[in-house]
Structures are given as structure tokens and as C-alpha cells.
């Protein structure tokens, strides 16, 4: 398994693509204006109370206030407040809380009233950046996410990854961490820690620690609000996270990215260093690698899939909508409830690329094909768990009901990726729109397969010259691809009458092919 990761950056932001054997799974944007990332901490005021909502309003500089619930306070608020005010006055500058003392925990049912104020300074972290018409969701449990462990200050708590199976693995990193960890903080072992020495855990313990001390100096005399430790910048994150040794590759377009990255991974996996490239063609990076063009047809309201099976995705305010449709197809299989097990499990393996690729959150619907036994309803269920299991993102999976819904919570911390893909129509007036040429091109070779299926022995396709011309030109052309492929010469006939998106295939005695 290939699994490649290609960023393109450009003035004002960096794109990130994650690519599984030559397959976008995800796709990522640094933007230069987004001050909210999750992950950073700031330095706030409480606005108010809401006694209603046992949740507080805090101005953390964004345009609407955030949203900070009492469940999202943290047992040891009394410690972080106390804390906070007396580095904030210059009271306290031993920021290792050592010698710190802990203030008693707060009731897990309790008030919100009861512990914060109005105009009261507070750190706090970012959990879910600005989404639609909210401002962001905020808790005061802080943690600071390095490459093996997560530093969580004011506890004592060593947790160890449940992907962690081993027992003896387990126990080891337990004893490890707890041998290096200092007094008034708590630590969360990551899954890439598992079988790493004690060096390289306390190595990113102090990197770890180091940015808290940095945090902790600005709280000084810093205005309200302020981001007092940002998320590092999103290539390192995104490696920190995802990065493992079945990485093959890592191609940037931009030199100083290149060197940045090089030295990340240098420092994080020393002997993947030669994978890192500089990519210096004068091909735009994500036309070379293909992934222009999955962009174009994987973000649009139809999604075409394997065996002209295809999703059709719809997203309201309140949740997401998936349906599956197995498209009108010939299929060998026996009967109707082997076609539907074949295209379901086909569209399983894509909803969980879609939902990574435009991370879709909050509730998801699923309408699978009907299937009559529980047997094949409980493969569909296991390989929908399976293909999700490489999904960062929390999420909860349901089986299929009654009526073939599989009902999905996956976590939604930042907005949707959403890119448009639809076109202005050269035919038409007052704005109107189409899908993008490449999706009708997509579409032609879906048809096509179909067709060859039915052993048509001559066909021409007749289309639009702009569409005749993409088809034919170049070397190899796509129709030259079509007959390496499937041993068949499709004639072509640019047709002006035609609009621009209109194509029609005719057998060898020119009768129209429905």
C-alpha cells in the first residue's frame, strides 16, 4: 500500500493531499486567515453566565462569542484560574507546577454560576472551530498535542491509546512515562509510541514542556484576548498526526516548505528523510499527481463508483444524507440480493473516503440497497467498520435498521471541506450552471464500459468539438487509452449543432444507442 502525501502552496495558503495507491482520501487547506485553529490556547475574558444552558460565553476575539459548557471546564478550573491569575499579575514565574499548590476539584454536576463570573480571566483551548452561524466551542481542560505523547497540565493521569491492544506494551509505556512525567501534569500516550524507547518519549516530552513555558511567559501583562500558543503550522501537524512507516512518499512545490518538512521528518523518523522531494516541474503539482481531477468529480452532489453504482450526497444544517443507487447496469450475479451485497459493499469503501475527503460531521444517514438476511447485513456492517478504521476523526456507527439506514456520528471540529464543482454554462444565460467538463468526460467512460459490456461491435460518439478535441488530442489521447483498454476503436465526430455537454453513441448502422 502506496500512501503519499502532496502539498501545494501558494500565497496565501498551502493545500494538503493525502493519497492511498494513487487514491485522494483526504484533503487539507492551511489558510493564512484562520486565526481559530483547534489546538490553540488564548488568553479570555467570561462575557456571561447562562445559567439556562449551565455554559458560559467567553469573547475570545472571534466575531461571536465562544460557546464553554460546564462538562468542558475540567475538574481542576479552581487550579487553572488560580494559576492563571497569579502569573497573569507576576506573582508566580515558576511555571512547572512543582511546588504549585492544587485547589479542591469542582462538583462534576455543579453550576456554572458557581464557578466562573462575568469578566473573569480564563486560558482557554479551541475543541470546534467556527462552524456556520457559531462561534467556536471551547473547553479549559488544556492539552498540548506532541508526536508520541499529549501533555495535559494540572493532572496526574497517565492514559495510554486504546488502539494500544497489547497488554505488556501497555504497561511498559505506562512505566516509562510515569518514570519521566513532572509532578502537577498528566500524560496521553499515543498510538505511533507503541514499541518506542524511553529517549525518544522524553525528547517530545520536553519540546512538550518547553512550549508550555513559552505559553506561560506571554500570559504577563497580555491584553484580553490574545492567542497565547498556537497549533504549529499545519504541514507539522498534519505529519505529527498522520505520519507512519507506510509513508512512501512526501512532495512539496515549495522550497522553503520542502526544507521545513525535512527537518520535521529528519527530527520525528530519521530514516525517512530521503522521501521528502521538492517537486520542481513547471506541471502544477496537483494536475502531475492526478488529484485535480479526483477533486473535480468527488465533491459534487453525484458520486460515480465502480460498476456504474453511484452515491448521491445531501447536506442540510441539521445532518448528511447518503444514498446509494445501483445505477442500470447488466451484473452476473445470480439475483437481486447478491447485486445489492456487491454495490453496497462498493459504496461502503467510498463513503468512507467521502467522509475523510470533505469531513462530513455531526449525524450521517446511510440508505444502502435492501437486503433480506441478517448474514449479509452484518458483512456490510463489518466492512463498513473496517474501511473507517483509519478515520481520525471520533465516530460512532450503528447497524443497518429495518429499512437499510446505517446512522453515523463522526466529530465535527472545523467546517466541512465544501469545493464547488459545478460551472458556468456556455449555453446558458442569468448564471446558470453545470457540472465540470471532466465530470462528463468521467461520465463517457462510465458509459463506455457499459456499452463494450453489451459487445457492441462499432460505435461512434458524437459531441460537442471542444469535448472531441479533449478526447482525441495528445499523446496517448484518452480514445487511445480507451483501446489499449478494451481492444475497441470508438470513432468520434465533433458535432456543432450540439451544447456543450451533449453527447450521443451510435452503432455501426448509425441507430442512436439508448
Request: hydrophobic letters at 35%; one cysteine or more.
Amino acid at each position: 500500500m502506496d500512501k503519499e502525501l502532496i502539498i501545494r502552496s501558494s500565497s496565501n495558503n498551502v493545500d494538503f493531499a493525502l493519497l492511498k495507491d494513487g487514491k485522494l482520501i483526504e484533503l487539507q487547506k492551511d489558510e493564512d486567515d484562520n486565526d481559530f485553529s483547534v489546538g490553540d490556547v488564548f488568553i479570555a475574558k467570561i462575557r456571561k453566565a447562562v445559567p439556562g444552558l449551565n455554559a458560559a460565553f467567553v469573547n475570545v476575539g472571534y466575531e461571536k462569542d465562544a460557546f464553554l459548557h460546564y462538562h468542558d471546564l475540567g475538574p481542576k478550573l479552581p487550579s487553572l484560574l488560580k494559576f492563571t491569575k497569579r502569573v497573569s499579575t507576576g506573582k508566580l514565574k515558576d511555571f512547572s507546577l512543582k511546588n504549585f499548590p492544587f485547589e479542591k476539584d469542582i462538583d462534576k454536576g455543579g453550576k456554572i454560576a458557581d464557578v466562573l463570573k462575568s469578566n473573569q480571566s480564563l486560558l482557554v483551548q479551541i475543541v470546534k472551530e467556527p462552524i456556520s452561524t457559531k462561534g467556536p466551542r471551547i473547553s479549559s481542560e488544556l492539552s498540548i498535542a506532541g508526536r508520541y505523547i499529549v501533555l495535559v497540565p494540572f493532572s496526574s493521569r497517565i492514559s495510554i491509546s486504546q488502539k494500544i491492544e497489547d497488554r505488556e506494551e501497555k504497561d511498559r509505556l505506562k512505566r516509562l512515562v510515569k518514570s519521566i512525567t513532572p509532578q502537577g501534569f498528566g500524560v496521553i500516550v499515543r498510538t505511533v509510541a507503541q514499541g518506542k524507547k524511553v529517549a525518544e518519549l522524553d525528547k517530545d516530552l520536553q519540546n512538550l514542556l518547553s512550549r508550555w513555558t513559552a505559553m506561560c511567559k506571554k500570559l504577563h501583562k497580555a491584553h484580553h484576548p490574545t492567542k497565547v500558543l498556537g497549533e504549529m503550522n499545519k504541514a507539522s501537524s498534519i505529519l505529527r498526526d498522520i505520519f507512519n512507516d507506510t509513508f512512501t512518499g512526501i512532495t512539496v512545490d515549495d522550497e522553503t516548505l520542502y526544507y521545513q518538512i525535512k527537518d520535521y521528518v529528519q527530527e520525528i523518523a530519521p530514516n525517512k528523510e530521503s522521501i521528502v522531494k521538492l517537486y520542481q516541474s513547471k506541471v502544477p503539482i496537483f494536475e502531475k499527481f492526478g488529484i485535480e481531477r479526483q477533486i473535480k468529480t468527488s465533491f459534487g452532489k453525484t458520486v460515480s463508483m465502480a460498476k456504474g453504482a453511484y452515491l448521491v450526497i445531501e447536506h442540510t444544517e441539521a445532518l448528511h444524507v447518503i444514498d446509494v443507487n445501483s445505477g442500470n447496469r447488466s451484473n452476473k450475479a445470480n439475483n437481486q440480493e447478491d447485486t445489492a451485497l456487491e454495490v453496497n459493499l462498493i459504496a461502503a469503501t467510498e463513503m468512507a473516503r467521502q467522509l475523510r475527503l470533505r469531513d462530513m460531521g455531526g449525524i450521517i444517514v446511510v440508505d444502502f440497497i435492501d437486503m433480506t438476511t441478517a448474514e449479509n447485513r452484518q458483512k456490510l456492517f463489518n466492512h463498513l467498520r473496517d474501511e473507517m478504521k483509519d478515520d481520525r476523526a471520533k465516530h460512532k456507527i450503528l447497524p443497518p435498521s429495518k429499512f437499510g439506514l446505517i446512522q453515523i456520528t463522526r466529530q465535527r471540529v472545523r467546517p466541512e471541506m465544501n469545493i464547488k464543482t459545478r460551472e458556468e454554462n456556455p449555453n446558458g444565460v442569468n448564471g446558470a450552471e453545470v457540472e465540470a467538463p471532466i465530470g462528463l468526460v468521467q461520465k463517457i467512460n462510465h458509459d463506455l464500459e457499459k456499452l463494450i459490456k453489451k459487445d457492441y461491435k462499432k460505435m461512434t460518439l458524437n459531441t460537442h468539438p471542444f469535448i472531441a478535441a479533449f478526447l482525441t488530442k495528445g499523446v496517448p489521447s484518452i480514445r487511445s487509452k480507451w483501446f489499449l483498454e478494451h481492444k475497441k476503436w470508438v470513432k468520434i465526430l465533433p458535432r456543432d449543432a450540439y451544447t456543450y455537454l451533449e453527447y450521443h453513441f451510435f452503432d455501426k448502422d448509425g441507430n442512436q444507442i439508448k
